[in-house]
């Protein structure tokens, strides 16, 4: 049963940073893509930022760039968001999402999400 599990959510006042992190676990073939998504109260869920790991190409929603990074750690399977200069808008819940095949899956990918993960900058 593959799961991603992400951490390092919290409270931070404005300019701060927070680092998150996203776990993938389980019996894994191979992963195409790992993203940060956000939804913040009342609106619909973002994306905050993608790797295309076949392409080795990142991509960032105009809000967070320059001040967020995106990174993997392609030998513990686990997707990272570091975000600096944090604002009160950057004030979500925060989900990693992950398009990769299990093992024994065939070749087609699949999404998954994590639970989410709470992110709250204080003015």
């Known amino acids: 049963q593959v799961q991603l599990v992400e951490s390092g959510g919290g409270l931070v006042q404005a300019g701060g940073s927070l680092r998150l992190s996203c776990a993938a676990s389980g019996s894994i073939f191979r992963i195409n893509t790992m993203g940060w998504y956000r939804q913040a109260p009342g609106k619909q869920r973002e994306l905050v930022a993608e790797?295309?790991?076949?392409?080795?190409?990142?991509n960032y929603a105009d809000s967070v760039k320059g001040r967020f990074t995106i990174s993997r750690d392609n030998a513990k399977n686990t997707l990272y968001l570091q975000m600096n200069s944090l604002k009160p808008e950057d004030t979500a819940v925060y989900f990693c999402?992950?398009?990769?095949?299990?093992?024994?899956?065939?070749?087609?990918?699949?999404?998954?999400w994590g639970e989410g993960t709470l992110v709250t900058v204080s003015s």
């Open positions: 999402a992950a398009n990769l095949i299990p093992v024994g899956a065939g070749r087609n990918g699949m999404d998954y």
């Open positions: 790797t295309i790991i076949s392409l080795s190409r990142t």
